[in-house]
């Protein structure tokens, strides 16, 4: 029996057929500041048999100087995804290596599994540092239990005076289906038993630090017919907010899209969903915006909405979605929508992930990472007029951009949030948080966009559904770190903190890809609390 252990930095991904380097070491270290949750690796591999049967322990993690322990280790098997192709448009040595491959990303709990002979087993291994704990070096051992024998590891932790804040300045939204939430658990939408589960689902966004959820109006907000005119019941609505409140995710209220495109990606005009009054009932139309009857509903429904946000003391931190992506063919139809929006809600602020500099009535620019490299003199100077800068991903751009795809290196994906702080920009979007696609989400990575194209591996979720919940991915824990960076940098000196950051991001398409690298950039970032 050859049974082998040896540690492999988080932020590398770790294949069935990766072996030991010449030098391999079982001892997994650590760097993390207080109140964040930080990421080791062991990788474990049998050559003679297969492996039936795989527990993973901790022993306490004693203070080297003296003291009380560090507890909070958890353990999670890292599981292999098919992605037929690569990112197009990508060099080399910005994929993590050529497809068709089994790449690592699903977070598996412990339980029963498989590990073929000769296969090599990440496994992922988390450590939470209270905000309290005391500055210094913790040490504990690390035994793993297997069928065909037991190996011995070490964990390290060293905890540095930084401290991650409660509070959570950057902006962050996946887009959630609320649909698949239903249609993976085998739940009917908003019977009780959804409801628990959206309870489990905000507690996992939550927990990687999102703070603003998309909100769909449409499906909330109850309308019907009273006497002609349309009348409003924002029961169901006042419960999914204060949800997401309770669980710790509101942070921000995002008002889910009032329309789309009237057809094609260039499309020339958009359109929206309207309820008309008719008879004893209601109509559903869409209508093209600007229209007399698309402005005929917003006159009826966006006032009441924004009495509604106000009554509820939501106002202030609720802002509006009106039609996805804006291009320079259809930015007149949008601009109308956007005059209506400001017309009969003048309140509300205004959010667009958009692609078109003459979008009027915009009050957060949200455009894709490239667009905004290309576009920054331009999208400063709505910053200096008094606008919102985000930044999205989708499944662009590629090339030297950073991204998380899943044939990405994984540095790739924390440093998004380094590029929010270098850049100045005060949050990120990204549309696919659970658009799992097919029966068999760890199957189809790369699911069918548009005829003869596929979505890149992992554009379209970042976690994959468990039992009774969602299970997280390696790319979902490091856009967490990041996130935590992120809070981390705007604690220092400005000067100091763009210096630090400036290392690892050198132009906002070129970042620095070497783990080692990073982890020594980071460590300076942690030291310079001391």
């Not at 069928?147 to 939204?173: C, H, I, M, S, W």
């Not at 992506?325 to 601009?335: G, L």
């Not at 554009?459 to 009774?468: A, E, K, L, Q, T």
């Amino acid at each position: 029996m050859s049974l082998q252990v040896w540690s492999v930095d988080a932020l590398t991904k770790v294949f069935p057929d990766d072996g030991p380097p010449g030098d391999a070491t079982s001892v997994v270290r650590i760097d993390a500041a207080r109140n964040e949750t930080e990421a080791g690796q062991l990788a474990l591999k049998c050559d003679s048999h297969h492996l039936m049967s795989v527990v993973v322990t901790f022993g306490p993690l004693q203070p080297v100087a003296g003291g009380f322990p560090l507890a909070g280790a958890q353990a999670r098997f890292v599981g292999h995804v098919p992605v037929r192709e690569n990112t197009t448009n990508t060099p080399a040595e910005h994929l993590v290596r050529p497809a068709p491959a089994m790449f690592p990303d699903p977070l598996f709990p412990q339980g029963h599994i498989r590990v073929r002979k000769g296969e090599c087993l990440p496994i992922w291994i988390d450590v939470t540092v209270p905000k309290d704990t005391p500055p210094g070096e913790y040490v504990g051992p690390i035994h793993v239990a297997t069928d065909q024998g037991d190996a011995e590891a070490e964990l390290r932790v060293t905890v540095y005076p930084a401290t991650v804040p409660d509070e959570r300045t950057l902006k962050v939204t996946n887009w959630v289906s609320w649909a698949n939430i239903a249609r993976f658990h085998s739940v009917k939408m908003w019977s009780e038993a959804y409801w628990d589960l959206l309870a489990v689902y905000a507690r996992n966004l939550a927990a990687h630090r999102q703070n603003v959820v998309i909100t769909p109006i449409f499906e909330l907000i109850d309308m019907r017919n009273e006497g002609g005119r349309l009348a409003l019941d924002f029961a169901r609505f006042g419960r999914f907010v204060e949800l997401f409140m309770r669980e710790g995710v509101i942070g921000c209220i995002e008002g889910g899209h009032l329309g789309g495109r009237a057809g094609g990606w260039e499309a020339t005009e958009f359109e929206i969903s309207t309820w008309q009054p008719e008879g004893h009932g209601l109509v559903h139309k869409q209508a093209l915006a600007g229209s007399l009857e698309a402005n005929a509903f917003l006159a009826d429904f966006l006032p009441a909405l924004e009495a509604h946000l106000v009554t509820r003391g939501w106002a202030d931190r609720y802002f509006q979605h009106l039609a996805d992506e804006p291009i320079p063919c259809n930015v007149e139809s949008w601009n109308k929508l956007s005059a209506a929006v400001k017309r009969y809600a003048p309140r509300l602020r205004t959010i667009e992930a958009n692609m078109c500099h003459e979008a009027q009535n915009l009050d957060i620019w949200v455009p894709q990472l490239g667009d905004w490299h290309t576009g920054n003199d331009f999208y400063r100077s709505r910053v200096a007029a008094g606008d919102e800068l985000w930044f999205y991903t989708c499944l662009a751009p590629t090339g030297t951009y950073a991204n998380r795809f899943i044939d990405y290196h994984l540095v790739k994906t924390r440093l998004l949030h380094w590029l929010n702080f270098h850049y100045e920009s005060t949050g990120f979007l990204h549309w696919g948080y659970n658009y799992w696609a097919g029966d068999v989400p760890f199957v189809d990575v790369e699911p069918v966009h548009s005829p003869n194209f596929c979505l890149p591996a992992g554009d379209n979720c970042i976690v994959y559904p468990g039992s009774g919940g969602p299970l997280d991915s390696i790319r979902f824990e490091a856009l967490r770190d990041g996130i935590e960076d992120y809070e981390l940098l705007r604690l220092l000196e400005p000067e100091q903190a763009h210096r630090i950051a400036a290392r690892v991001i050198r132009a906002m398409d070129d970042c620095d890809l070497d783990p080692a690298a990073f982890r020594a950039t980071r460590r300076e970032l942690l030291a310079a609390f001391a």
